[in-house]
């Protein structure tokens, strides 16, 4: 078994990818498989923490190895709306919280209550009109409570190192966490695979992990950079 350097921790995490509805049988979504933030919730718990894991639309395959884990308390979500009740329910009793989630930045206006027929409207595609959701993360830090610890992610498609770093260093300016995990997406890198390469920032902008390989291993480095935050008062 690992150090139980985390003992006793309450954590809040939150993985996977909201789902918006269009109408009851479609959705607008995002191709995050949650295999990172489960990895997280699980090599916490492993090291003592006590973690609720917000799922969202995660599979169960991923999930599995965490269910068994006896620190780990699933909740599932659905939509950005339902993460943000949750994740606001959930705040108060954490002293970590980890935003590993996708949560859509928009959703549907008015999401039809019947399902949308294409020969109810013979050859005119319809307009979907979209409205901003808030964003969680930053209603979290503002709502924080004393030495609460908050990690955000930024999943970015950059053309070089150079930029990630420059494009991690403004999103930590607009979202005021303590912590910031980078990374790299594409087509083929990032959400769906087993394995990831993160950055991590800090509050003042430096690189204080640089770590990769597979999601369980990074979990392990940027919880080394949670427990760093919390200094040696963790109880
Ligand atoms: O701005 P961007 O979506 O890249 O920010 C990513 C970070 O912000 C992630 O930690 C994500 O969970 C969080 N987020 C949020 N609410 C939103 C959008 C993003 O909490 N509406």
């Given at each position: 078994?690992?150090?139980?350097?985390?003992?006793?921790?309450?954590?809040?995490?939150?993985?996977?990818?909201?789902?918006?509805p269009?109408d009851p049988v479609r959705?607008?979504?995002?191709?995050?498989?949650?295999?990172?933030?489960?990895?997280?919730?699980?090599?916490?718990?492993?090291?003592?923490?006590?973690?609720?894991?917000?799922?969202?639309?995660?599979?169960?395959?991923?999930?599995?190895?965490?269910?068994?884990?006896?620190?780990?308390?699933?909740?599932?979500?659905?939509?950005?709306?339902?993460?943000?009740?949750?994740?606001?329910?959930?705040?108060?009793?954490?002293?970590?919280?980890?935003?590993?989630?996708?949560?859509?930045?928009?959703?549907?206006?008015?999401?039809a209550d019947h399902k949308?027929?294409?020969?109810?409207?013979?050859?005119?595609?319809?307009?979907?009109?979209?409205?901003?959701?808030?964003?969680?993360?930053?209603?979290?830090?503002?709502?924080?409570?004393?030495?609460?610890?908050?990690?955000?992610?930024?999943?970015?498609?950059?053309?070089?190192?150079?930029?990630?770093?420059?494009?991690?260093?403004?999103?930590?300016?607009?979202?005021?966490?303590?912590?910031?995990?980078?990374?790299?997406?594409?087509?083929?890198?990032?959400?769906?695979?087993?394995?990831?390469?993160?950055?991590?920032?800090?509050?003042?902008?430096?690189?204080?992990?640089?770590?990769?390989?597979?999601?369980?291993?990074?979990?392990?480095?940027?919880?080394?950079?949670?427990?760093?935050?919390?200094?040696?008062?963790?109880?």
């Amino acid at each position: 078994a690992p150090e139980q350097d985390l003992a006793g921790l309450r954590m809040l995490v939150t993985a996977g990818g909201t789902r918006e509805p269009i109408d009851p049988v479609r959705y607008l979504g995002n191709r995050s498989s949650g295999r990172q933030g489960a990895a997280v919730a699980a090599a916490a718990a492993l090291r003592g923490a006590k973690v609720v894991l917000l799922a969202a639309n995660i599979d169960e395959s991923v999930l599995a190895g965490v269910r068994e884990l006896a620190g780990v308390r699933i909740v599932p979500v659905g939509t950005a709306a339902e993460l943000e009740e949750a994740a606001r329910a959930a705040a108060a009793g954490a002293r970590a919280i980890v935003m590993a989630a996708a949560v859509a930045d928009y959703r549907i206006a008015a999401p039809a209550d019947h399902k949308i027929r294409k020969e109810d409207a013979p050859g005119q595609a319809p307009t979907l009109t979209l409205v901003e959701n808030p964003d969680i993360l930053v209603g979290l830090v503002r709502d924080r409570i004393a030495d609460q610890i908050i990690v955000g992610f930024a999943a970015e498609t950059v053309e070089s190192e150079d930029e990630l770093l420059e494009r991690g260093l403004r999103k930590l300016a607009r979202k005021g966490v303590d912590l910031l995990a980078v990374n790299a997406v594409g087509w083929e890198t990032g959400f769906e695979s087993g394995e990831n390469e993160l950055l991590v920032l800090d509050a003042d902008g430096h690189v204080v992990t640089r770590t990769a390989g597979s999601k369980r291993q990074v979990a392990d480095r940027l919880l080394d950079a949670v427990r760093e935050e919390l200094r040696d008062d963790l109880t």
